[in-house]
Structures are given as C-alpha cells and as structure tokens.
C-alpha cells in the first residue's frame, strides 16, 4: 500500500464546468493476464504540462504509459482515459494515435530497412501532418546529416532523436516518451536533454517515465510517484528535488 504520509490530491481534477482536463486519466486497473499491475491510477494533466512520471523497477510506470497508449498489453478492466474531450479508453491504439497520441517507447521501434527519410515519410502517410520533414531536420541536424542512412544503423541516441522526431511528424496532442535516455552515453543524453528543452518551448503535453529521475525532474513540471501500481506523490517536480525523504523513499536517489 502506499504510504499516507506522502499522498496528496489523487483525484483527477476537472476543470470549469463539467468537462473533463485537458488530459485525465480516472481510476484505471490494468492486467498483463491475472497480473495486476495498475490498480486504481488517476491524475490529471494541463495542457503544455510536462509531467514526469517516476518510480523504482516494477512501480507500474511503463504499464501505465502503455495503458493510456491503448497497446494490447496491459488490459484496462476499468477505468477512463479522455484527451482533449475524447475517450480513450474504448480505443485501439491506431484510434488513439489518430487522435493526436504519440508514443516513444522504450525500444524505439525504428522500421529495419528504411532510412532516416523514409521513417520520418511513413510516419506522415496516414492521418494529419505534424511538422514537416525540413523543420524535424532543424530541430535534429544530426538526421538531417544522416537522412539517407539506414535508421537502424544508427547510434543509440540518434535511433532516439529519430523516434522523437517520427512522433512529431504527425499532428500530435499528447507526447509519451519511455526511458528516453535509456542506455545512453552522458554525451548523448546532454543532446537528448537539449531536445526536450526545445520541445518544452514550444508547449506540448508531454508524460516522461524515466529512470534518471534526476534529469526528468529538471526538465518537468510535475512529478507523480508510483509505488507498487499505485500513485504516491503528486506534485511539482521542484517539491521531489527538495524533499529528500521523499526521493530516498520511493526513488532510491
């Protein structure tokens, strides 16, 4: 069970009236199987919030993540999920990517075969168009360098760019990104921290699940702690950086 001590506002929030937040996510329970992995997660974002979605190994954060992306894996057995006034929760995760839902996940998904150009073209086939392919290269010159190499050749963080940039090729509303800096070199993850400043500038809803809690915290603007499926903390990420209790706690930092 999560510890009182820590807990503050775990309701979603609605805004004005009787609509929903710009993006809420109410009492969700999600199964891989009879495995219960999320049990009963709710939160609620603003729009052009970045929030920060941490815990230990095995807290619940990436089955959450996958929950709200409609992946196949884990089942949402109750609970809802509305972006922008639409409900995600009966959709597949076509559906939701349509809806203007992008995730990164962790193992990047970059398309063996096809290079940095036509990944980015794929992304665009289908649906509205996000940024286009001149402006993804400025905000990534290192793709633009290498547009006609095959995307898995890749390094690590330029595989990363790469799908970030995919995700931005569509007319998105809401940005997941799982473990972005996950097996990167400092170096890279210094490049990959400078690019989501950028995408923070220009004011699009992002939830991060990222292990170096240290450096999502410093890019977001609110934290939410999971511990055992369950939401511990919700606040702001300064309030994480300061309380020392807290982070030894459920974060191990």
């Known amino acids: 069970m999560s510890d009182p001590k820590f807990q503050k506002t775990l309701k979603p929030v609605k805004s004005q009236g009787s609509d929903p937040a710009f993006f809420s996510v109410w009492d969700i329970h999600a199964y891989y199987g009879e495995s219960y992995i999320v049990q009963g997660v709710s939160f609620d974002i603003h729009e052009g919030e970045i929030v920060a979605l941490l815990g230990r190994n095995g807290a619940g954060k990436t089955s959450t993540l996958r929950a709200i992306a409609r992946t196949d894996d884990p089942q ?24 203007g839902l992008a995730l990164v996940p962790e193992d990047r998904r970059i398309i063996p075969g096809l290079t940095v150009q036509e990944n980015l073209e794929l992304a665009q086939i289908e649906g509205k168009k996000g940024w286009s392919i001149e402006r993804l290269y400025e905000l990534f010159p290192r793709l633009g360098e290498r547009k006609n190499q095959i995307g898995v050749t890749m390094s690590g963080g330029e595989q990363q760019m790469l799908a970030v940039a995919r995700a931005l090729a569509k007319d998105i509303k809401l940005l997941l990104l799982d473990e972005p800096y996950e097996g990167l070199a400092p170096v890279i993850v210094h490049e990959i921290e400078k690019t989501l400043e950028d995408i923070k500038k220009l004011g699009i809803t992002t939830i991060i699940v990222e292990q170096n809690a240290i450096a999502a915290l410093h890019l977001a603007d609110r934290a939410i702690i999971m511990d055992s499926g369950q939401i511990v903390f919700d606040g702001t990420a300064q309030e994480v950086l300061d309380n020392d209790e807290l982070r030894q706690e459920y974060l191990a930092i």
């Not at 409900?87 to 990517?97: C, I, N, Q, T, W």
């Open 76 to 99: 949402i057995h109750k609970g809802e999920i509305w972006l922008d006034h639409e409900p995600l929760h009966d959709m597949k995760s076509f559906e939701a990517s349509r809806l």
